[in-house]
């Protein structure tokens, strides 16, 4: 097959089949690359690549599936097709380049300059997508070929001009500024943090809200934590407290995203479906609002201040994610369901008891003898800590880094973690997970503040006479000097349901206590806020 033909690659377009995504992949790739050396004229060039475009985005999505999700090893079998779709994106964007570039003399698809500028923005920003999909470092000159894309559309003055696009789900069409700022949008958004399909969400919702945001000179009277862009740099979006000025630097305005973002609030708040704001078929409204309230302060405030600095910082951490492993590092022991069933009679000493008694001393002392028995228990019973070496911290989490072994960490799950020099064992929610390309797999875990101590938490029993057997849950308790100003719960994932009644037990006390809202749902737990109930409400 001559792939450098253009009448060839027509024909062989409508005898695509695409179920067979590997073999069909093949063929795309090659065609393109095909062209893109072959240099024909620029017309055809453009409409072999215009035909080709919606298998191209299906093929595509198919490979992506083999590693999306989860974070992708670089010594893995999938790394091979990361590579493969990397290089698709890539060599489009070249070949849009190439056509524009080939045209200049011949001025012949001078009415399609705005979409070729276009078309190359956007697929070079589905590179970077790519690289955030399968949570690995950014290669560097990624992004310098993208904000290459960017100033060669400026150039043309017809970078906000909009152009028909059937891939663009809602808008159907856009720009090549629109496409600039949804990757810029993406990368503010925690990609290395997001399941796959969240990170499907907020691609979607980036092009969705892109039209409300702009990009123009940089002017004085900014705060030092707004965003601004350098396009001569190899990053996205930094403080413009950290950049320079100069003819390549832009400021990055949200304003008008900010609204857009609270008037779907409110639209949410009148029970519309996500669906019918364009946020997608797939979207709850549950998850849909979640989310969103996690994209407004970097999409709607614009500003890239960090609640709690990290400081650079150097030793060892131990790490599990097992559930029953974390409650064993925490109280020294496994967990086992309690010998006394009965609720107590006296609220207030029970309570006082179970949220602000004093921990048993086998749990917080750290003398050797003890420590030692404990991980030698913890070797017997499987349950042993992996170590990760301490990158930087702040008050609110770690950044990690370790060459993986046998546990696999996922998005969003509770973990346990304790400094080599710290007294005790806390319980964190894992932030990210990226890969680098020396295989060392970089974390970063949000410290649920405070000391937590395991408890027994059971549903209430449907009949009378019944009883469910307790499970491990955490408890962490109001601590004026660490500023937990109210006792939680850690529980399983999927317990939390509003208003829902469970007993707690720690201890030989138990009482009853009804969830009050849910502070954080982890991919394995949920963060709970609770108010005990007096005995008569029982």
Known sequence: MDYRNPASCLSLLQKLQTHKVDECHTVLSDMVAGLLEALPAPNQHLEVLEAARPAI????????????????????????????????????????????????????LDDQRALLGQRRVHYAASILIEYFRAHRAVPHGVWT????????????????????????????AQSAMEAYVAILLIDLANPFGRTGQELQLICRWAQRFAPYCTLGPMMDGLKPTSYGLDLASDHGLRPVGLMSSGNMVRRFDSEKLAGQIRAVFNQFKQGVSPASLGLGEEATLDMSARLLISLYRPWGLSSA???????????????CGDWLAIGFHIQGRLFEQPRSYGIAGSLKSDISLLTF?????????????????????????????????????SVGGFRLRQRPHAERLEHQQLVGIRPLD????????????????????????????GIPEVVGARPLAPHPGQRELYQQAFLIPAHAKLKVADTTLVLPGGWYHPNRVIEVTARGHTVQVRLTGQLIKGANFDHVSFETLAPEAE
Not at 367 to 386: I, K, N, S, W
Request: glycine share 8%.
């Open 57 to 108: 985005a299906q093929i595509q999505a198919a490979l992506s599936q083999h590693y999306a999700g989860h974070p992708l090893p670089p010594d893995s079998e999938g790394n091979a097709n990361l590579l493969r779709v990397v290089a698709l994106w890539r060599n489009l964007s070249r070949s849009y380049a190439q056509i524009a570039r080939h045209d200049a003399q011949m001025g012949t």
């Open 145 to 172: 070929e993208i904000h290459e894309s960017f100033a060669a559309a400026e150039q043309t003055r017809l970078a906000s001009a909009r152009v028909a696009d059937p891939l663009n789900a809602l808008w159907k």
């Open 305 to 319: 201040g960090r609640r709690f600095p990290r400081h650079g910082s150097r030793g060892e951490i131990e790490l």
């Open 357 to 393: 008694g004093e921990r048993a001393p086998e749990a917080t002392e750290r003398d050797g003898t003890t420590h030692r028995q404990r991980q030698l228990d913890a070797e017997r019973l499987g349950l042993v800590c992996e170590r990760w070496s301490l990158l930087d911290q």
């Open 422 to 449: 710290g007294e005790y064992f806390l319980v964190a929610q894992v932030s990210w997970l990226m890969y680098r390309d020396d295989g060392m797999l970089e974390a970063g875990t949000h410290v649920l503040r």
